[in-house]
């Protein structure tokens, strides 16, 4: 029986030559592609893959959040992440969310089967490199006054609240997706201002960044601000 796959990409160009290397194998099938997590949750449920390939950094719902939200309603169903990003923040916060490997786009052609076979063999797949990042996480966890990963303190809406204003999206547009009142999310971000204590959407927008939330180009960031991001990540 083949395996049946979702590939999940905002850049067009890779999803149609991730689907072409896919494809040359006999015991993989792709039954749907995706440009975002909204999506890719919307086909997670129409198809009902064995396994969901994705992008991390997506426009209206990041890899992450649309991973946790696939797999708690569909539990048999496995995320493989695929990323431009070997950075810290991002491989901790899919690693808490629980999925079953992360891919680093660089070594795609190179790595793509040999994951996907470790994932649906019931194992975990990381890139060489993430591994790596994997280690330095927990050393740096065993020493005293490590500040650790914020996930826990926001709701998976909160967090889908953040993507979005950290996008630009006005209130309005942000209401219409998450489909409750501007008034709603008006006060959502006002309580998520609060248990950051960030003050602002701008500093909203490089903790977005930092943590991964937003498709937001790290280049959008002047030097300056950029280093200080990575500097608290």
């Known amino acids: 029986m083949r395996t049946k796959i979702i590939v999940v990409d905002d850049h067009g160009i890779v999803r149609q030559g991730l689907c072409l290397l896919l494809g040359q194998e006999d015991d993989f099938i792709v039954v749907g ?3 975002d997590g909204r999506e890719a949750i919307q086909l997670a449920r129409k198809f009902l893959p064995d396994l969901v390939v994705m992008d991390i950094c997506m426009p209206y719902l990041n890899g992450i959040d649309a991973a946790v939200q696939i797999m708690s309603e569909h539990p048999m169903i496995k995320v493989l992440i695929l990323s431009g990003f070997a950075d810290r923040c991002f491989v901790t916060e899919a690693l808490q969310a629980n999925v079953a490997g992360y891919v ?7 790595e793509m089967m040999r994951a996907i076979r470790t994932v649906m063999a019931g194992e975990q797949y990381l890139s060489p490199k993430v ?3 994997v280690v330095s996480e927990y050393i740096s966890k065993c020493q005293p006054g490590m500040s650790q990963p914020s996930r826990g303190k926001l709701t998976s809406k909160e967090r889908e609240l953040i993507q979005l204003l950290a996008e630009g999206r006005p209130s309005k547009e942000a209401a219409r997706i998450l489909h409750v009142s501007v008034k709603t999310v ?5 309580s998520i201002m609060q248990k950051l204590k960030i003050d602002g959407i701008a500093n909203l927008t490089k903790y977005a960044i930092r943590v991964g939330l937003t498709a937001t180009d790290y280049g959008a960031l002047e030097s300056d601000e950029l280093m200080s991001v990575h500097a608290r990540c």
Not at 186 to 190: E, L, N, P
């Open 33 to 35: 592609e995706a440009s």
């Open 104 to 110: 680093l786009k660089e070594n795609l052609a190179g």
């Open 131 to 133: 591994a790596g990042v």
């Open 186 to 190: 008006d006060a959502r971000r006002r």
